[in-house]
Nanobody, 125 residues
Framework: QVRLVESGGGLVQAGGSLRLSCAAS????????MGWFRQAPGKEREFVAA????????DYGDSAKRRFLISRDSVGNTVYLQMNDLNSEDTAVYYC??????????????????WGQGIQVTVSS
């Protein structure tokens, strides 16, 4: 059974940092893209960032550019999201996501094969 388990969320003050982790199990993810989406109350789930297993292809959503950094471990089964300079608009449930790499990084929900349960990130102003 494939599982994606997120950790590292919580409450942080505006301007602070958090590091999210997502550990995947149940199959090999060395040909998979792993990354993050987020969903704020009343809003659509949006793409945050994703990376191929070797880190050669990385993509960021507009909200993450210049503030967030995504990385994968050497085995490829764990993905991290370093979030800096957080603000209230970053408050959301963050979901780990994975899909097989077929030439492009998927930034829409439809192409995602596996989802984590989600983890809350709350930024207080």
């Amino acid at each position: 059974q494939v599982r994606l388990v997120e950790s590292g969320g919580g409450l942080v003050q505006a301007g602070g940092s958090l590091r999210l982790s997502c550990a995947a199990s149940g199959r090999a993810f060395d040909t998979y893209v792993m990354g993050w989406f987020r969903q704020a109350p009343g809003k659509e789930r949006e793409f945050v960032a994703a990376a191929t297993w070797n880190g050669r292809r990385i993509d960021y959503g507009d909200s993450a550019k210049r503030r967030f950094l995504i990385s994968r471990d050497s085995v490829g089964n764990t993905v991290y999201l370093q979030m800096n300079d957080l603000n209230s608009e970053d408050t959301a449930v963050y979901y780990c996501a994975a899909h097989r790499f077929r030439g492009d990084i998927v930034t829409g929900r439809e192409g995602i094969e596996y989802w984590g349960q989600g983890i809350q990130v709350t930024v207080s102003s």
